[in-house]
T-cell receptor
Framework: GQSLEQPSEVTAVEGAIVQINCTYQ??????LSWYQQHDGGAPTFLSY????GLEETGRFSSFLSRSDSYGYLLLQELQMKDSASYFC?????????FGKGTMLLVSP | GAVVSQHPSWVICKSGTSVKIECRSL??????MFWYRQFPKQSLMLMAT?????????EQGVEKDKFLINHASLTLSTLTVTSAHPEDSSFYIC????????????FGPGTRLTVL
């Protein structure tokens, strides 16, 4: 199968750090992508991990452990504008399979 | 990142009519584009993979005769929803790039279809 599991909702306050976990099934796995989607908008690419380890892009970091079939997205110094849905997506050779998304609510 | 556009951004149509949605890659050539559908509060579901110059590859459960895909050039793919019904109302999103395991897929802004 190609299912991914991630929490449905996470809440945090401004300035905090949040980690969104994602587990996936390994058949045909090439890497793990993360996308942000604001309500009514299109998904925006955040990060991709093809190899084990941490990828850092500004306030956002993503981590992958192939041996554990696990990854996470780390959001630091949270801002109100970070309130959105975050999707992990399993990359096959050419296709993406999306998780159900995690809704992040950032409060003042 | 790469820029992908979609047109129209929203459309309202009567039941039984057909609607065409265009997806363009503006600053790169995309031999492969992808069409997704997203219902409210749900994930993106891949409908089909659009291949330039050849037939699209449809995911299981997606009717190819209802959702017609044409990828006539390296920068344009179209999705036509034929004989639309209210249950086809959804957010349709195209993706471009990501053809190989090292490429990133970028998404258009989406088209919100409402069928009355």
């Amino acid at each position: 199968g190609q299912s991914l599991e991630q929490p449905s909702e996470v809440t945090a306050v401004e300035g905090a750090i949040v980690q969104i976990n994602c587990t996936y099934q390994t058949s045909g796995f090439y890497g793990l992508s993360w996308y942000q989607q604001h309500d009514g908008g299109a998904p925006t690419f955040l990060s991709y991990n093809g190899l084990d380890g941490l990828e850092e892009t500004g306030r956002f970091s993503s981590f992958l452990s192939r041996s554990d079939s696990y990854g996470y997205l780390l959001l630091q110094e949270l801002q109100m504008k970070d309130s959105a849905s975050y999707f992990c997506a399993r990359k096959g050779y050419s296709t993406l399979t999306f998780g159900k998304g995690t809704m992040l609510l950032v409060s003042p | 990142g790469a820029v992908v556009s979609q047109h129209p951004s929203w459309v309202i149509c009567k039941s039984g009519t057909s609607v065409k949605i265009e997806c363009r890659s503006l600053d790169f050539q995309a031999t492969t584009m992808f069409w997704y559908r997203q219902f409210p509060k749900q994930s993106l579901m891949l409908m089909a993979t659009s291949n330039e110059g050849s037939k699209a590859t449809y995911e299981q459960g997606v009717e190819k005769d209802k959702f017609l895909i044409n990828h006539a050039s390296l920068t344009l793919s179209t999705l036509t929803v034929t004989s639309a019904h209210p249950e086809d109302s959804s957010f349709y999103i195209c993706g471009a790039g990501g053809r190989s395991n090292t490429d990133t897929q970028y998404f258009g802004p989406g088209t919100r279809l409402t069928v009355l």
